[in-house]
């Protein structure tokens, strides 16, 4: 006769299996965030609570995985790769927004960042494609502008000895290399007008617009050319506006590096090349 053996399985605590649920709708409400964001299916602020919420509920699966494998610890229960998978989703969705608020304690409170503090370029096409909800147009003058030298001191105007026709190309080719949306560009004319591209960039992950002018002045030895960047909603940007402006104007300084010149210099008189008495013609 052959003996029967019994193998008793050990009990799943309920907390981790609803830990690794809860993790799971957290991911899925996320990802259904960002893509509301991206694709402006709803209005910023109703999508930007989705998200809050999602990020809130992470927490939840987080706190609750935490308890789980206090039981399991305590009354030797199965279950502790659901609670572990449960921390694991909850850390991945609330890193990158422990990240931001890091950075959000030492930097100010400001949304929007221009090279020249004192008289920032202007929107104009730009003014009249924002929704009324948006964050208002004009500089906040120099308050802001203080506290913006203190955080970003290295930001400031890029003075260049190419011509405005010459800086103009090289701003709109990194502006298009960047595939952001041109709503506006203005060539530079000589002592009429000044050169301007107004654009809409968009944030890595959720896709937030965000609003850039940059401006091409002509001066007596080349060009000037100042550049603004501003979120369009909230009134802390985690210092996103500061960085694409200072990679910005780092791209376009390369970009008329890079350029030919449009006419050679005129070589010194004496010099190989250049026109002597003997090889000018008779008159």
Same mark, same amino acid.
């Given at each position: ?7 008793? /399985? ?19 409400? !996320?990802?259904?965030? =960002? ?21 809130? @509920?992470? =927490? ?28 694991? @989703? ?23 960042? !221009? ?44 003075? !260049? +000895?190419? !011509? ?10 990194? =502006? ?35 609003? =850039? ?17 501003? /979120? ?8 996103? +506006? ?7 104007? +780092? ?19 004496? %010099? ?9 013609? %008779?008159?």
């Amino acid at each position: 006769m052959v003996a029967r053996r019994y193998f008793h /399985s050990e009990e799943t605590s309920r907390l981790a299996i609803w830990a690794r649920r809860i993790a799971g709708f957290a991911f899925v409400a !996320t990802i259904l965030a =960002v893509i509301i964001v991206r694709s402006g299916l709803l209005e910023i602020q109703p999508a930007l609570v989705t998200f809050a919420g999602a990020l809130a @509920i992470a =927490v939840l699966a987080l706190l609750v995985a935490f308890a789980a494998l206090a039981v399991i610890w305590m009354e030797g229960l199965a279950g502790i790769g659901a609670a572990l998978s449960a921390i694991a @989703i909850s850390l991945m969705l609330l890193a990158y927004p422990a990240y931001l608020g890091l950075k959000a304690y030492r930097l100010p409170w400001i949304y929007d960042i !221009t090279t020249d503090p004192i008289d920032p370029p202007r929107y104009e096409a730009l003014a009249r494609l924002r929704p009324r909800d948006a964050n208002p147009i004009t500089y906040a003058g120099l308050y802001a502008a203080e506290q913006q030298r203190t955080a970003y001191p290295d930001i400031g105007p890029l003075g !260049t +000895n190419a !011509t405005a026709q010459a800086a103009y190309d090289a701003v709109l080719a990194v =502006v298009n290399k960047r595939r952001w949306r041109v709503v506006d560009a203005r060539t530079p004319q000589a002592g009429r007008r000044e050169g301007r591209i107004e654009a809409v960039a968009r944030t890595p992950i959720m896709g937030f617009r965000d609003d =850039v002018v940059v401006r091409i002045r002509a001066e007596p030895d080349g060009a000037r050319i100042d550049a603004r960047s501003s /979120s369009r909603y909230g009134s802390f940007d985690f210092g996103t +506006n500061a960085a694409r402006l200072r990679s910005l104007i +780092n791209e376009i300084e390369d970009a008329i590096r890079a350029q030919k010149p449009e006419r050679p210099p005129t070589p010194a008189p004496g %010099k190989k090349g250049a026109p002597t008495k003997k090889d000018q013609p %008779k008159r």
